[in-house]
């Protein structure tokens, strides 16, 4: 069994390394080191904001060439960065991350430092919205998959060579890392086909949750969207978007896919009956403003959980 895990894991390293580049960078403080992956295969690569959001004369490292690459997006608020290289290329099929289960084996492949493409493999340790009691923008994959400093940047796949997430920053020394889901990194790439740019919604609603209470709206600002849509304060919501409301975590999740213009439906009940608003989601406030960052992660979100 142990030599046919060992065999898959090879197999999914020799299929998909060729689609994994070393990104390469200089800020102010000196030379940066990455790994990032085709998207498609087009030359468009996903990578982490912190190896080129400052930075200058961005190159990647692919098929044995140095390539001059275009910063298409570096997006601080959710950590993901969009390159692009003028190449055809190979490129990451992606998997939805609602099959993964605690214990699911996945796979990694980066860039240490000076080294050569290398993979890491491991499984799911969890399913976190917050670390060190600072809430992410979204819910992240931990993954106990060891991970070197350039890593940052690198797919997490199954163990059919899907990509699964993003390597965001690692952990306990580098023992496990944070993951950015698929979901939520392709989210930052389709903003940027759509308008050019990433664009964060926001609908300006405070929720809170009491012990053995539904999530409820405590706060709407007068001229905020939410509440020109005609929710109102002590709502209970229901559902927002795709994502299912049972605690005030999950408003993280809803919160992150909001998209500057576009509506949402928010399905709430009303002293016992079921309504239904749509929403049109502005700018959200924060989104010229880098947030926290806990392990390098953003840790600055939409709804605020209060």
């Not at 304060?233 to 992150?256: C, M």
């Not at 749509?278 to 959980?305: C, D, M, N, R, W």
Request: net charge negative; glycine share 10%.
């Amino acid at each position: 069994m142990a030599a046919s895990l060992s065999e898959q894991v090879g197999k999914v390293f020799n299929e998909r390394a060729s689609a994994v580049v070393r990104v390469e960078s200089s800020d102010r403080h000196g030379r940066l080191s990455g790994t990032g992956f085709f998207a498609d295969p087009m030359g468009t690569i996903y990578t982490v904001y912190s190896t080129v959001g400052d930075a200058q004369d961005v190159t990647v490292v692919f098929a044995g060439e140095r390539l001059p690459a275009k910063v298409l997006i570096a997006d601080a608020r959710s950590g993901v960065a969009l390159l692009k290289v003028e190449r055809s290329t190979p490129f990451i099929p992606v998997a939805s991350t609602r099959e993964l289960r605690l214990a699911t084996p996945v796979i990694s492949i980066g860039f240490p430092h000076d080294l050569d493409a290398s993979p890491s493999f491991g499984i799911i340790g969890g399913f976190d919205r917050k670390y060190r009691d600072r809430f992410f923008v979204t819910t992240h994959l931990r993954a106990s998959v060891p991970v070197q400093a350039g890593f940052g940047g690198a797919p997490l796949l199954n163990l059919s060579g899907e990509a699964v997430g993003m390597v965001i920053a690692g952990i306990d020394g580098g023992s496990s890392c944070f993951v950015l889901p698929i979901e939520a990194v392709d989210k930052i790439r389709h903003n940027f086909v759509r308008f050019g740019e990433a664009r964060h919604g926001w609908v300006g609603v405070t929720v809170e949750e009491l012990p053995g209470e539904p999530v409820k709206i405590a706060e709407l600002g007068p001229q905020t969207p939410a509440a020109k849509s005609g929710l109102r304060e002590g709502d209970v919501l229901i559902q927002v978007g795709e994502v299912p409301i049972k605690k005030v975590e999950d408003v993280l999740d809803a919160s992150y896919f909001l998209t500057d213009g576009d509506a949402v439906e928010v399905r709430v009940n009303r002293d016992g009956q079921e309504m239904r608003f749509s929403v049109y989601s502005i700018t959200h406030p924060a989104s010229e403003k880098p947030g926290l960052h806990a392990a390098g992660v953003p840790a600055e979100f939409i709804l605020q959980p209060k």
